[in-house]
């Protein structure tokens, strides 16, 4: 079941969901997360016909903080080898030897030790974020414009030193998160021991589809990933194998510190999902989309 919050000719707000193999409107006068944390199924609901050509797709919320965390170890691990072949071309030979002789990552590939402690995460810029359809505008300081595909979560409660079952009880549902990143400018941030800053917080951008908790949060290892730019896929993967789950890393993030509702929590890029590792970057003109199995689309496009 999937939702998404559109917006009528004269400006209303209106909830639309996919119920038999197209969208309808749904008859309510519930706000948005009011609606959804009811947990009704389609046969409870009324519905009207959706005129896709009349309705505006709009943000689902406005989060009031945004993690990202970094829950799949493989995206480190191949990210930092993508940031050797394309910064560091010298020291490639000898990454690729290493690899070669040992069959196993060159050790400066893994995260640091922490990594494996506690989930890691950066904070970012929770007032720029853009949805499906919207336009990215290339910041002027890069040249290297990526992608990453993510899964999201957001909360409806407040969470403090939460347990698993809390946060279980506090995630509203998921949506579809691309962690936009200027590469060039992402390495000279992170070498400087601090960051990243300029690099991310220009925009993200999550999808106008939404995705219910008891939907999916027994799905989240298991949900197949593509992403397609300029109508050519250029990457599948999926959400197997995180090294922490969902709920670990918001119970972390919760350690000692008070999260509110609404708060905005990204997995960190799936496996192979992003320019770094797959090799394709983004250019001024390019449309790039993003899917998740149980999600939706988010199709933004780049202009300079």
Request: net charge negative; hydrophobic share 40%.
């Given at each position: 079941?999937?939702?998404?919050?559109?917006q009528?000719?004269n400006?209303?707000?209106?909830?639309?969901?996919?119920?038999?193999?197209?969208w309808?409107?749904?008859?309510?006068?519930l706000?948005?997360?009011?609606f959804?944390?009811?947990?009704?199924?389609l046969?409870?609901m009324?519905?009207?016909?959706?005129?896709?050509?009349?309705?505006?797709?709009?943000?689902p919320?406005?989060?009031?903080?945004?993690?990202?965390f970094?829950?799949?170890e493989?995206h480190?691990?191949?990210?930092?080898?993508g940031?050797?072949?394309k910064?560091?071309?010298?020291?490639l030979p000898?990454v690729?030897a290493?690899?070669t002789l040992?069959?196993?990552?060159?050790?400066?590939?893994?995260?640091?030790?922490?990594?494996y402690?506690?989930?890691?995460?950066?904070i970012?810029?929770?007032?720029?974020?853009?949805?499906?359809?919207?336009?990215?505008?290339?910041?002027?300081?890069?040249a290297e414009l990526?992608y990453?595909?993510?899964i999201?979560?957001?909360i409806?409660?407040?969470?403090?030193n939460?347990?698993i079952?809390?946060?279980?009880d506090?995630?509203?549902?998921f949506?579809?998160?691309?962690?936009?990143?200027?590469?060039?400018v992402?390495m000279?941030?992170?070498?400087?021991?601090?960051?990243?800053?300029?690099?991310?917080?220009?925009?993200?951008a999550?999808?106008?589809?939404?995705t219910?908790?008891?939907?999916?949060?027994?799905k989240l290892?298991?949900?197949?990933?593509?992403v397609?730019v300029?109508?050519k896929?250029v990457a599948?993967?999926s959400?197997?194998?995180?090294?922490y789950?969902?709920?670990?890393?918001?119970?972390?993030?919760?350690?000692?510190?008070?999260?509110?509702?609404y708060e905005?929590f990204?997995?960190?890029t799936?496996?192979?999902?992003?320019?770094?590792?797959?090799?394709?970057?983004?250019?001024?003109?390019?449309?790039?989309t993003?899917?998740?199995?149980?999600?939706?689309?988010?199709?933004n496009?780049?202009?300079?």
């Amino acid at each position: 079941m999937i939702f998404k919050k559109v917006q009528s000719p004269n400006g209303n707000e209106c909830i639309a969901t996919y119920a038999n193999d197209q969208w309808k409107l749904v008859v309510t006068d519930l706000d948005f997360f009011t609606f959804i944390l009811e947990k009704r199924e389609l046969e409870a609901m009324q519905f009207m016909n959706y005129d896709s050509e009349n309705y505006q797709d709009v943000i689902p919320f406005q989060p009031t903080a945004f993690r990202d965390f970094m829950l799949f170890e493989k995206h480190f691990i191949d990210a930092s080898r993508g940031f050797v072949k394309k910064y560091m071309p010298r020291a490639l030979p000898i990454v690729k030897a290493y690899e070669t002789l040992f069959n196993k990552p060159f050790p400066k590939l893994r995260p640091k030790k922490r990594y494996y402690q506690h989930p890691i995460y950066y904070i970012g810029n929770h007032l720029n974020f853009f949805t499906h359809g919207d336009s990215i505008k290339i910041p002027s300081y890069t040249a290297e414009l990526d992608y990453e595909l993510e899964i999201a979560a957001v909360i409806s409660k407040p969470l403090k030193n939460a347990s698993i079952k809390q946060v279980e009880d506090a995630i509203a549902g998921f949506v579809i998160l691309n962690d936009f990143s200027a590469r060039d400018v992402q390495m000279s941030e992170m070498e400087s021991g601090f960051g990243p800053v300029k690099s991310k917080n220009f925009g993200n951008a999550i999808s106008a589809t939404f995705t219910p908790k008891h939907v999916l949060i027994e799905k989240l290892d298991t949900l197949n990933t593509k992403v397609i730019v300029n109508d050519k896929t250029v990457a599948i993967g999926s959400t197997k194998n995180m090294y922490y789950s969902m709920q670990e890393a918001i119970a972390y993030a919760s350690w000692e510190e008070q999260l509110h509702p609404y708060e905005l929590f990204g997995s960190g890029t799936i496996p192979s999902c992003t320019g770094i590792e797959n090799g394709v970057m983004l250019n001024a003109g390019d449309v790039i989309t993003l899917e998740i199995e149980g999600i939706g689309q988010l199709t933004n496009n780049v202009i300079s």
